[in-house]
């Protein structure tokens, strides 16, 4: 099964950077298309950026692009969500997603099939 699992949030000042992993616990997450997505406080689950199985497409939501990149490595099974010029809009608990599909990339949760517990975001101003 593939269980992702997420690191490297905290609290981190506006202005500031800070990179999140995902990592399996169980099956690699290596064949996955990966995602991550995000849910503010009191707000549904929005979608931040999404990357293929080998890496070579991305996506991004608009309000993210040029300034968060996803990123993957793949003989370490890791994905990474690098994440600068962070602002108090970016608060929210960050989760990484895996569909089976490798070379689909979509914006809509419900295609995404194995979820992370989250990690917590806080950016302060």
């Known amino acids: 099964q593939v269980q992702p699992v997420e690191s490297g949030g905290g609290l981190v000042q506006a202005g500031g950077s800070m990179r999140l992993s995902c990592a399996p616990s169980g099956r690699a997450l290596t064949t996955n298309t990966m995602a991550w997505f995000r849910q503010p406080p009191g707000s549904e689950r929005e979608f931040v950026a999404a990357?293929?199985?080998?890496?070579?497409?991305?996506s991004y939501a608009d309000s993210v692009k040029g300034r968060f990149t996803i990123s993957r490595d793949n003989d370490k099974n890791t994905v990474y969500l690098q994440m600068n010029s962070l602002k108090p809009e970016d608060t929210a608990v960050y989760y990484c997603a895996a569909n089976p599909n490798r070379a689909y990339i979509t914006s809509n949760p419900a295609v995404y099939n194995y979820w992370g517990q989250g990690t917590q975001v806080t950016v302060s101003s």
């Open positions: 990357i293929t199985s080998t890496g070579y497409t991305t």
